[in-house]
């Protein structure tokens, strides 16, 4: 008998021919997260499954969280022909338990000598007469489901522990993350990430404005955010020179518009560098000045790839809600400065006419300020 996690996934089941490629990337996915705890792991009929850790409690708690995967289930793997072993197990199983229950039975292997329902029948039986009176069956709406399902081997397991969902990463492209050190950037990340793309992180950095704990928190929250995707590159992009510029011979009202018109045009240098297709920011709309409709337009004219900003819609509490799941809320709370709350205006223009934008613009260097911020970024791979 052998103790191990069977892996169920989600959306991959709607994939047609693809599907062996999701699967494949996928399989790689849970390899890479349980990895340094021992975790063998292996598909199967149709079924993603993870032996050899010793801590299974750890394995869970990793698995769960690559995306792609739906569920997850400890089980015990037995020799099926044993019936009577099966027997026992599954009797055992559901030792302590009280209430409702029902079997599921599944059968791959369709020459094995009982079928489905027999299956139920049986093992139903069993697990009832061997309970004491604590069980009974309800087909309809049981608390309890074990299931068995014959495959190669018997697999038995009676808790089903979800998942967080989404594609693999890998299977959805790449796009370049705007990551600041707030609340809503990370969150924007992780949701893209989540439908299976991969992600290049870029910080505009403003020494000494902002100092190296500012740095080391941005570069925290990338590395939370690589736990969902087996790794991530940050480009940190010195941003001091342009903001010192913009601030310096931009009118004041326009100066955080046209820095965040800055900050798109080197996100996708850097995009095309990295193969990524998009740009992704945490921007929602009216949040600040810089988001509204009007601003929105204006950072989107400068670039020529699609920007997705997936909490667009979403209150701040949702994004704080969301940001405690999935654990960088704390992280993006410490106190440190950020570059736009260095040099922010006290009255930015929320209906910016782009003449003015334009006209600002004029007086900057625009070529040699990127080039030198491109050139004189730092790579770091986490
Ligand atoms: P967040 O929106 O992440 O909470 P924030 O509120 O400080 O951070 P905003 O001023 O709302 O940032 O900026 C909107 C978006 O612009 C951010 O979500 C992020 O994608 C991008 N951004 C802002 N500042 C930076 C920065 N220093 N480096 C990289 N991207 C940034
Ligand atoms: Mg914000």
């Known amino acids: 008998m052998q ?13 047609g021919q693809n599907r062996p490629y999701f699967l494949k990337t996928l399989v790689s996915r849970v390899r890479e997260a349980v990895r340094d705890i021992g975790g063998n792991v292996w598909l199967h009929d149709a079924r993603i499954f993870v032996s050899g850790v010793e801590d299974m409690d750890e394995c869970i708690r990793r698995v769960r969280r690559v995306f792609g995967v739906h569920s997850v289930c400890p089980a015990l793997a037995l020799e099926k022909d044993d019936f009577d072993l099966l027997l026992c197990t599954a009797a055992e199983m559901m030792e302590g338990l009280e209430g409702t229950f029902k079997v599921e039975a599944r059968r791959s292997d369709k020459h ?8 139920n029948a049986r093992v139903g039986e069993y697990v009832l007469e061997n309970s004491c009176g604590r069980l009974k069956v309800d087909v309809k709406k049981p608390e309890h489901v074990l299931s068995v399902e014959i495959r190669d081997k018997a697999y038995l397991y009676s808790r089903v522990i979800p998942a967080v969902g989404g594609m693999p990463v890998g299977t959805g492209g790449r796009a370049a993350l705007l990551l600041s050190g707030g609340i809503d950037s990370p969150v924007a990340g992780y949701m893209i990430a989540k439908r299976g793309v991969e992600l290049v992180a870029v910080h505009y950095y403003s020494f000494p404005y902002t100092g190296p704990q500012a740095r080391q928190k941005v570069l925290d929250l990338a590395q939370i955010l690589s736990g969902y995707t087996c ?42 560098r990295e193969g990524a297709m998009a740009l992704v920011t945490g921007e929602s709309i009216g949040q600040v000045a810089s988001q509204t409709m009007e601003a929105l337009n204006a950072t989107d004219q400068v670039v020529d790839m699609p920007v997705f900003r997936p909490v667009i819609g979403f209150d701040k509490i949702d994004i704080i809600r969301e940001a405690e799941e999935i654990g960088t809320y704390e992280t993006s709370c410490l106190p440190y400065e950020d570059c736009c709350t260095v040099f922010t205006p006290r009255h930015p ?28 970024a730092e790579v770091i791979d986490l």
């Open 3 to 15: 103790k191990l996690l069977l892996v169920r996934y989600g959306e991959i089941y709607l994939k």
């Open 112 to 119: 094995y000598f009982l079928d489905s329902p027999a299956i």
């Open 231 to 272: 790794g991530m590159r940050v480009y940190v992009v010195p941003f001091t020179r342009i903001q010192m510029e913009i601030h310096a011979k931009c009118p004041d009202d326009y100066t955080t518009l046209i820095m965040r018109r800055y900050m798109m045009r080197i996100a996708e240098i850097i995009a095309r």
């Open 349 to 376: 223009a929320t209906r910016p006419k782009m003449e003015k934008i334009l006209a600002g613009e004029e007086l900057l260097a625009q070529e040699e300020l990127i080039e030198e911020a491109v050139r004189e």
